[in-house]
């Protein structure tokens, strides 16, 4: 997310609504991330990453759902995960250039300017059996390069095999509906960003950072 060819690419927001993608019941919700979040932002999304989450989950095999942990992200919380990140490395490599931290930082949270979740554009999810509970992809949402020894990365070869198969399942899925995967978090998904927009040749993205109203 530091390549500088992402921040260059222009938004122009179609202004759709952030929708709560618990009204309906069609798709499991996670309540991990709630937290003191008593708005429920966590669990919006822009209309059509909703509709195409939905498309996604009706191509699963039978006996499988897709399991929605987070959604939309504050601007001003999305800014105090960069920063806390980026201390973090700092405390590591104390010796990095402010560059080098933040295009460090960026591997694993967007800078707080371009970041999808805050677009309402970007969603955090896995899969989970038809009881809801959640299976195997290799390490838990939101496992770090440095605490998973790089298997949050989607194509990680430090894997299990049933690991590997749940993957391809949910990528064939989300890519068929549309939705574009940020390859150093295989949980991580979007549609209409800058991000998607670079990666699927549009001229400009279809939505920008918001607050939630």
Known sequence: MSDA?????????????????????ELLVDAREQGTDAVGAFAHLREGVLRRLLEAQALLPDGLRLLFVEGYRPPALQRR??????????????DWQDGRLRSAASRFVSPPEIAPHSAGAAVDLTLADADGHELDLGTP?????????????????????RARANRTTLAAALTAAGL????????????GDRYWALLTGAEAARYGPRELI
């Open 5 to 25: 060819r992402v921040a260059a690419v222009p938004v122009q927001d179609c202004d759709e609504r952030l929708v709560d993608v618990r009204r309906g019941g």
């Open 81 to 94: 995960y960069f920063e806390g990140y980026a201390e973090r490395l700092r405390s590591v490599h104390p």
């Open 141 to 161: 949402i939101d496992a770090s390069p440095e605490d998973s020894e790089g298997a949050c990365y989607t194509q990680a070869p430090n894997i299990g095999d």
């Open 180 to 191: 574009v995967n940020y390859p150093t978090e295989w949980w991580h998904w979007s549609y």
